[in-house]
């Protein structure tokens, strides 16, 4: 079997299970969580779990303490994702995406304390 893999999750998957195409497209899988963080984003309502670790939305309200979920989105290689606080953080320190924002700046000065 061919299997081409994701740039978006790093899974190897059938060339059949992308969209667009195996070599500049994503799979079924990301697709969804994608329209899941646009959902998000239109509705309010928070996705199922963390797109990075799968952690569930109640496990993280029960973490959390209260009745609201606390959850981030990011652009990713053209497509978002919803990440648990631990998620993002991990993230926000390896991408680039941010390096020349205020936002970015701020993280910087903050965790250089």
């Known amino acids: 079997m061919v299997a081409v893999t994701c740039r978006i999750c790093?899974?190897?998957r059938d060339p059949r299970e992308f969209?667009?195409?195996?070599?500049?497209?994503?799979?079924?899988?990301?697709?969804?969580?994608?329209?899941e963080a646009l959902r998000?984003?239109?509705?309010?309502?928070?996705?199922?779990a963390c797109h990075v670790?799968?952690?569930?939305?109640?496990?993280?309200?029960?973490?959390?303490?209260?009745?609201?979920?606390?959850?981030y989105m990011h652009p990713k290689d053209g497509i978002y994702q919803v990440l648990c606080p631990g998620c993002s953080d991990r993230y926000e320190r390896k991408a680039t995406i941010y390096d020349n924002t205020p936002y970015g700046w701020r993280k910087k000065l903050k965790g250089k304390k």
């Open 40 to 48: 998000a984003l239109a509705e309010g309502t928070p996705p199922a």
């Open 19 to 35: 969209v667009h195409d195996a070599i500049t497209g994503y799979c079924w899988h990301c697709y969804e969580h994608h329209l």
């Open 53 to 71: 670790c799968g952690v569930s939305t109640e496990a993280l309200r029960a973490a959390q303490g209260g009745a609201d979920v606390r959850m």
């Open 10 to 12: 790093g899974k190897a």
